[in-house]
């Protein structure tokens, strides 16, 4: 028994031992480790594939589903993570809580590769901590053959009574008040009370029209014809969606656009800094940016990449890159800060209605 | 099928006069030690860090900063979380009593088997188990939504009836089958130890069906159904992926508001706040549950 014991507490003493020594890994100059936290489906396998050759670095990829788990992830500490894949307000809010590594352009090349929107965004002045890689619009989702031939081209529509129990908002409070603000003649940043107040009103208003919230299949409920309307982060499985059916469109509402980007950055405590560096200028080259467009319907931040696209339809798909005029007055959707608590408030009261 | 006759019809030998239990120079202790440490690592220190979290501030990047304060608890105060709270505690109270109802008549059944059937019977209850709970939402999605079996079959007879995903029927019945299997085990090891003679015994003396169960069967099960009614209750209020999934994101349960509390409103200490009054919900429920077992025994 005594000896069952002692051996029993031997065992959980170096379980806790080894749990911590696992994580203090700091990394020499050579690394032959990569640790990636990105998006799921943003990181092709392909490409993990031809920098594992071309540099030898074992590359690791978790993925995530929402920002805010990665940034928990990531403010919990020693996540082991070297790059990350974080949106344009969760730059702000991960460079807000000193999680991001500034980057060393010294050890950057390809930079001029970048679309002029990318380059020096607001979320991101400088491009201090993050480097765009994948980027997309927030629109709606409709089908035409449920419309009735209707082209659908504004918000309103959303909150049009004809469609009652045939639409879809995203389940996120960011995208549903880009709704919100917007049909209202509001910027979808806005910081102003009363604002958010008459967005909160309408949204309720809208509520008892909708079927669901839905942030996971609505593209799929859209080609069904289970959901006329749906609010639609424009995108790979969108993308694919409008191109293999003639009835499912995807436009940018006429009251405004509003772009995501998901961006490249490097954790402040990243164990293997070097093979960081590498991945970002791997990132960079048109023929690796142009893998993103060819092989997953996502639009690349690379203009060079642009003449490496094999699908040229792409180009002109209204949900991979969104047209040249709509993109020129569109804005990013940037993070509240203290305005945060009049959404908090608001959305509390859209969902408990 | 031990009864408390045969028991005490046991010889007096048997009884033997009962040793204290010699603890060996505290090596009982280290034997608790790893059991211990795991309750206190695993169970005690993320409830005292959520509990710390929840009288603390945080900066508008969503990193807790420290401090104390009562303003988390304070804000709580607005009527929406109220009418949350309730909503929650209601949609638990209806499938606790649904669960009670159908999981009382499915063990009923059990019980009624012979004893090899009765062994199989729970194993098929078991049985979902190994498969994720998010795998078996997901199946009720293809279940009652759209070309799914129950939809194909009301056409087939020619009811037009409207896909089921999303809506509140969804949701009232996914709960049912999440946590039936976890109401019918205790009035399941309740009823078995009901002695079968005493059910034939009230049908002797005229009771009929519905009588030999409220004046029989549902007395002596009370222990497992207040047990089952506490394991649905209690998880019931916690749910926030059926609701997501099943209900269209629609309907507000307090479970939702605390994981968009944390994530997306990056408030913590408001959610650690909301968790922490969920929490004494959960445990001033299982104390009630205590006090009527114990009431019961008092009077038996």
């Known amino acids: 028994m005594k000896r069952q014991a002692l051996v029993a507490v031997a065992a959980a003493t170096a379980l806790v031992l080894t749990g911590c020594a696992s994580g203090s890994d700091t990394g020499s100059k050579d690394s032959t480790e990569l640790n990636v936290y990105a998006w799921a489906g943003e990181v092709p396998d392909s490409m993990v594939k031809m920098f594992e050759e071309e540099t030898g670095i074992k590359v690791t990829v978790d993925t995530f589903d929402s920002n805010e788990t990665m940034i928990s992830k990531l403010a919990a500490g020693g996540s082991g993570y070297d790059v990350v894949e974080p949106s344009q307000y969760a730059v702000q809010l991960a460079v807000g809580q000193n999680l991001l590594a500034e980057i060393d352009y010294d050890k950057i090349e390809g930079m001029d590769n970048l679309m002029d929107k990318f380059r020096d965004p607001s979320f991101d002045p400088g491009n201090k901590y993050s480097i765009p890689w994948v980027w997309g619009t927030t629109g709606l989702m409709y089908n035409s053959t449920c419309t009735g031939g209707e082209e659908i081209t504004s918000w309103s529509s959303m909150f049009d009574e004809k469609y009652k129990g045939k639409i879809y908002m995203l389940d996120n409070m960011l995208a549903a008040y880009i709704a919100g603000l917007q049909i209202n003649g509001f910027s979808a940043n806005s910081l102003d009370e009363a604002e958010v107040a008459k967005a909160t009103e309408s949204l309720i208003e809208q509520k008892k029209l909708l079927a669901g919230y839905n942030s996971t299949n609505y593209d799929e409920l859209v080609v069904s014809g289970d959901a006329c309307i749906a609010e639609a982060w424009g995108g790979s499985s969108v993308a694919e969606a409008v191109a293999t059916h003639d009835d499912v469109h995807y436009v940018l509402p006429k009251e405004g656009g509003t772009l995501w980007v998901d961006n490249f950055a490097i954790v402040a405590d990243a164990p293997h800094t070097d093979a960081a560096y590498k991945w970002m200028n791997f990132m960079l080259r048109p023929e690796v940016a142009a893998i993103a467009t060819n092989e997953d319907y996502m639009s690349t931040a690379n203009v060079a990449a642009n003449d490496l696209i094999t699908d040229k339809t792409m180009l002109d798909n209204p949900a991979v890159f969104a047209p040249e005029d709509q993109l020129e007055k569109s804005e990013f959707i940037v993070d509240p800060g203290e305005a945060m608590r009049f959404y908090q408030d608001g959305w509390t009261r859209v969902k408990a209605s | ?300």
């Open chain 2, 1 to 300: 099928m031990v009864t408390t006759a045969a028991q005490t019809a046991k010889p007096a030998t048997v009884v033997k006069p009962r040793r204290k239990p010699r603890i060996q120079n505290g090596y009982a202790w280290l034997l608790l030690t790893p059991g211990l440490l795991s309750v206190l690592l695993l169970a005690v220190w993320p409830m005292v860090l959520v509990g710390r979290n929840s009288f603390a501030t945080s900066d508008q990047y969503g990193a807790v900063t420290g401090g104390f304060t009562f303003e988390s608890y304070l804000a709580l105060f607005d009527p929406v979380y109220a009418k949350t709270m309730g909503y929650s505690l209601g949609i638990a109270a209806i499938n606790t009593v649904l669960c009670l109802i159908i999981g009382y008549i499915v063990s009923n059944y059990i019980v009624a088997q012979s004893p090899q059937r009765q062994s199989l019977l729970l194993l098929l209850l078991i049985v979902p188990f190994w498969t994720d709970f998010l795998v078996r939402t997901f199946a009720w999605i293809t279940l009652l939504g759209n070309g799914g079996p129950i939809l194909w079959f009301a056409h087939l007879l020619g009811i037009p009836l409207d896909p089921l995903v999303p809506s509140q029927t969804a949701v009232m019945l996914a709960l049912i089958y999440a946590f039936l299997p976890t109401a019918v085990f205790p009035i399941y090891a309740s009823m078995r130890g009901i002695d079968p003679s005493l059910k034939e015994a009230a049908t002797d003396l005229g009771c009929g069906w519905w009588q030999t169960h409220a004046r029989v069967i549902a007395p002596l099960s009370t222990p497992g159904i207040i047990g089952a009614a506490l394991l649905t209750f209690v998880p019931t209020l916690g749910v926030f992926v059926i609701p997501v999934l099943l209900g269209g994101g629609k309907e507000l349960l307090v479970g939702n508001l605390i994981v968009t509390l944390y994530t997306e409103f990056r408030n913590q200490p408001m959610g650690a706040a909301l968790s922490m009054v969920l929490l004494v919900l959960m445990l001033l429920s299982i104390a009630i549950g205590a006090l009527l077992l114990k009431a019961r025994k008092r009077s038996a």
